[in-house]
Every structure is written in structure tokens, then in C-alpha cells.
């Protein structure tokens, strides 16, 4: 991985700390794409930050606006920020698409004023405009096009949701849940800050939920990057032990990654199936 040392190193840090497992699946990555995997994760680590962690609406809005001028001038030779440096530095960055960077601060952007969902299909779709572009580029840049961008958009926004449940005490502006469950479930959004069977079971119903969705993008034959391989077969990992216990949520917060072995079996696997995918 590049930046051992610098400030691209401060950025790769604080991606891998809440998605260890690059730090395996860049092993088993062809060298070529170890940096192009780190940076293209840092990006969409620091524009999922910005979008779905910052509370004040404002201060959201002013960083994602900075990000969209950035990647647009880093799509035409000009990066200033030391992942986009990293990120540009990569060929098959240069000569890719100028319009797709900007168009990931965008959907980052439709985020901000996004109201609540009533289903899960809608909060998908409610989430696409930022998922659906993340899909869209790193289909292009380690699919060679080839992969199935509606699928890949839907992993990628199951995955969000499911990594979002332990924020729900956090007073996060965004609600990672349709609202249609909670009033299914007699609660309020206040409520779900404390266990309790009502809590216990939504949570439950909601992680089947996302199985099921998970299902069909997972049914899609068609070529999937590795990084997006491994997350996706650990998140489901992680769904079935919390619906194990009596208090998921719980589970969730306390279990947030896979044991490092785990991992490593799992990015073993996934590589083999890569490979044969790409033949």
C-alpha cells in the first residue's frame, strides 16, 4: 500500500481503522492495484464520512461542495489533496471518465437533504445517487466495465445500512432504518437508544430484510471487485451472529469486524473466485 510514511498515510489509516480488512485483501490484490485499491477506499471513506457522519447540515454541505471542485480539477491534471494525489497518480485514473469523480461528491451531496424513507426499497433508492456512482467507478477502474453496476450499488448500500445500525444512539442525522418498521414496531426513533424485545425484534426483521435484499445482487452473475467481494461475504458473516443472539444491535457494536483469521480464509476464497471471474 502506498504512503507508509506522509500525509496520504493519515487518510489510508483511518479507512483501514473502520474497514480492517483492506489491510488483508491488499495482499492479494495484483501489486499494480494496492494503491489504486487504497486510495479509491480512502475517497469513499472520506466522502461517506462527510455525508452521513457530519451533523451540522452546513458544515456537511461546505465539505462535500470542496470535494466536488477537487475531484473536478483532479480529473483534469490539478489534485491538491493527498488522496487525490494518490488516486491520480494511478493510469487508469487519468484515463478514466473526468465526469464520474465529481459525480461521486454529487450523490454525497443528495444525501444531505434526503427525509426519511418508509421501506427499504426506497432507502435504497434514496441512497443510490452516492452508492450508485461509487458502483460506477470502481466497476470501471478493477472490472474493466464488466461488472453489474445496479448489484454492486445494492451491496454497497446494504453494506452502509448494516454498518450504520450501531450509530443509532449516536443522534446521527441520518436514519439507517425504514420508517415504516419502526411503526410496525410500535417505537420511536428515541426508543431504539435502549434494548428491548420491541428493539430486539426490529433489528431482527430488519437484518432478514437485508439478507434478502443482499440475495439478489449476490444472485447477479457478473464480475465483482475483490474489495467489494470481501465486504460483502463478511457482512453477511456478521448479519447471521447478530441474528444468533437475543440482543442484535448489541452484537453489532460490541463484534464491529471479523477476526483477522476470518478474514484472511474469506479474502482467500474470494481471490480464487476473482480470478476465475476475470478468465
Known amino acids: 500500500m502506498p ?10 489509516r483511518k479507512w483501514l481503522a473502520a474497514n480492517p480488512e483492506n489491510a488483508i485483501v ?3 490484490l ?12 480512502c475517497l469513499v471513506h472520506e466522502l461517506s464520512q462527510a455525508a452521513f457522519r457530519i451533523r451540522e447540515p452546513q458544515v456537511a454541505a461546505a465539505k462535500l461542495a470542496w470535494w466536488k471542485q477537487e475531484l473536478a480539477d483532479a480529473a483534469f491534471g490539478k489534485p491538491s489533496h493527498p488522496v487525490t494525489q494518490v488516486l491520480f497518480d494511478c493510469t487508469g485514473v487519468r484515463e478514466s471518465d473526468p465526469a464520474q469523480w465529481p459525480a461521486l461528491a454529487d450523490g454525497a451531496l443528495a444525501q444531505l437533504d434526503a427525509p426519511g424513507a418508509g421501506t427499504l426499497a426506497a432507502l435504497i433508492d434514496q441512497l443510490d445517487p452516492f452508492f450508485g456512482a461509487v458502483a460506477r467507478a470502481e466497476n470501471a ?19 452502509h445500512l448494516l454498518r450504520a445500525l450501531p450509530h443509532l444512539a449516536d443522534g446521527e442525522p441520518h436514519l439507517p432504518l425504514p420508517l415504516g418498521l419502526l411503526a410496525r414496531h410500535g417505537l420511536t426513533r428515541a426508543e431504539l437508544a435502549y434494548e428491548s424485545p420491541q428493539r430486539n425484534m426490529l433489528i431482527k426483521d430488519f437484518l432478514d430484510e437485508l439478507v ?25 458473516q456478521r448479519i447471521a451472529a447478530a441474528l444468533r443472539v437475543t440482543d442484535p444491535l448489541q452484537r453489532l457494536r460490541t463484534q464491529p469486524h471479523a477476526g483477522r483469521w476470518r478474514i484472511l480464509w474469506t479474502t482467500w476464497i474470494e481471490a480464487r473466485r476473482f480470478r476465475a471471474a476475470m478468465r
Request: with cysteine; charged share 15%.
Open 3 to 12: 504512503g507508509a510514511n506522509g500525509t496520504f498515510a493519515s487518510f489510508e
Open 212 to 236: 434478502l435484499e443482499g440475495n439478489g445482487a449476490l444472485g447477479v452473475s457478473a464480475v465483482r471487485s475483490l474489495p467489494l467481494r470481501v465486504r460483502a461475504v463478511l457482512d453477511r
Open 141 to 159: 477502474l478493477f472490472c474493466a466495465g464488466a461488472g453489474n453496476v445496479e448489484a454492486d450499488s445494492a451491496l454497497w448500500t446494504l453494506s
Open 26 to 28: 491488499a495482499v492479494f
Open 30 to 41: 495484483p501489486a499494480a492495484q494496492r494503491g489504486l485499491a487504497s486510495a479509491f477506499g
